[in-house]
Protein backbone atom coordinates (compact mmCIF):
# COMPACT_ATOMS: atom_id res chain seq x y z
CA UNK A 1 0.00 0.00 0.00
CA UNK A 2 1.09 3.43 -1.03
CA UNK A 3 2.44 5.95 1.96
CA UNK A 4 0.20 8.63 2.78
CA UNK A 5 3.23 10.91 1.77
CA UNK A 6 3.56 9.22 -2.23
CA UNK A 7 -0.60 9.63 -1.98
CA UNK A 8 -0.03 13.35 -1.52
CA UNK A 9 2.43 13.44 -4.00
CA UNK A 10 0.56 11.62 -6.44
CA UNK A 11 -2.27 14.03 -5.98
CA UNK A 12 -0.24 17.19 -6.13
CA UNK A 13 0.75 15.72 -9.68
CA UNK A 14 -2.48 15.23 -10.77
CA UNK A 15 -3.74 18.91 -9.74
CA UNK A 16 -0.44 20.01 -11.95
CA UNK A 17 -1.35 18.56 -14.57
CA UNK A 18 -5.16 19.13 -14.71
CA UNK A 19 -4.47 22.92 -13.82
CA UNK A 20 -1.20 23.12 -15.91
CA UNK A 21 -2.26 23.11 -19.07
CA UNK A 22 -4.13 26.18 -21.44
CA UNK A 23 -7.14 24.55 -20.46
CA UNK A 24 -6.81 24.45 -17.20
CA UNK A 25 -5.40 27.44 -16.60
CA UNK A 26 -8.61 28.79 -18.11
CA UNK A 27 -10.75 27.22 -16.24
CA UNK A 28 -8.43 28.06 -12.54
CA UNK A 29 -8.70 31.24 -13.24
CA UNK A 30 -12.41 31.33 -14.23
CA UNK A 31 -12.90 29.67 -11.08
CA UNK A 32 -10.96 32.38 -9.44
CA UNK A 33 -13.23 35.08 -10.89
CA UNK A 34 -16.21 33.09 -10.34
CA UNK A 35 -15.82 32.37 -6.57
CA UNK A 36 -14.72 35.29 -4.61
CA UNK A 37 -10.87 35.52 -4.98
CA UNK A 38 -10.26 38.65 -6.06
CA UNK A 39 -13.24 40.17 -4.27
CA UNK A 40 -14.58 40.57 -0.75
CA UNK A 41 -17.23 37.51 0.70
CA UNK A 42 -20.54 38.63 2.23
CA UNK A 43 -22.01 34.95 3.66
CA UNK A 44 -20.18 32.00 4.83
CA UNK A 45 -20.90 29.91 1.69
CA UNK A 46 -18.78 32.47 -0.42
CA UNK A 47 -16.07 32.18 1.70
CA UNK A 48 -16.69 28.17 1.75
CA UNK A 49 -16.14 28.66 -2.11
CA UNK A 50 -13.00 30.91 -1.76
CA UNK A 51 -11.61 28.69 0.29
CA UNK A 52 -12.04 25.45 -1.80
CA UNK A 53 -10.15 27.69 -4.97
CA UNK A 54 -7.26 28.60 -2.55
CA UNK A 55 -6.80 25.06 -2.24
CA UNK A 56 -6.42 24.05 -5.65
CA UNK A 57 -4.28 26.86 -5.83
CA UNK A 58 -1.88 25.69 -2.11
CA UNK A 59 -1.72 22.19 -4.00
CA UNK A 60 -0.46 23.63 -7.34
CA UNK A 61 2.32 25.62 -5.04
CA UNK A 62 0.94 29.16 -6.99
CA UNK A 63 3.06 32.00 -5.77
CA UNK A 64 1.41 35.63 -6.39
CA UNK A 65 3.66 36.10 -9.20
CA UNK A 66 2.56 32.89 -11.22
CA UNK A 67 -0.77 34.13 -9.73
CA UNK A 68 -0.27 37.67 -11.46
CA UNK A 69 1.09 36.00 -14.75
CA UNK A 70 -2.20 33.48 -14.86
CA UNK A 71 -4.56 37.00 -14.78
CA UNK A 72 -2.37 38.34 -17.15
CA UNK A 73 -2.71 35.48 -19.90
CA UNK A 74 -6.40 35.03 -19.26
CA UNK A 75 -7.06 39.09 -20.19
CA UNK A 76 -5.32 38.33 -22.85
CA UNK A 77 -6.90 35.55 -24.02
CA UNK A 78 -10.10 37.46 -23.12
CA UNK A 79 -9.45 40.18 -25.68
CA UNK A 80 -8.99 37.88 -28.41
CA UNK A 81 -12.96 37.11 -28.41
CA UNK A 82 -13.59 40.77 -28.04
Not at 43 to 58: H, K, N, S, W
Amino acid sequence: MASKESRQVAKIKSYKICFGSPHGKTVLYDLMRSFHVFGSCETDEQEGERRVILRIMALLQMDPIQMEQLINEQKEEEKRYE
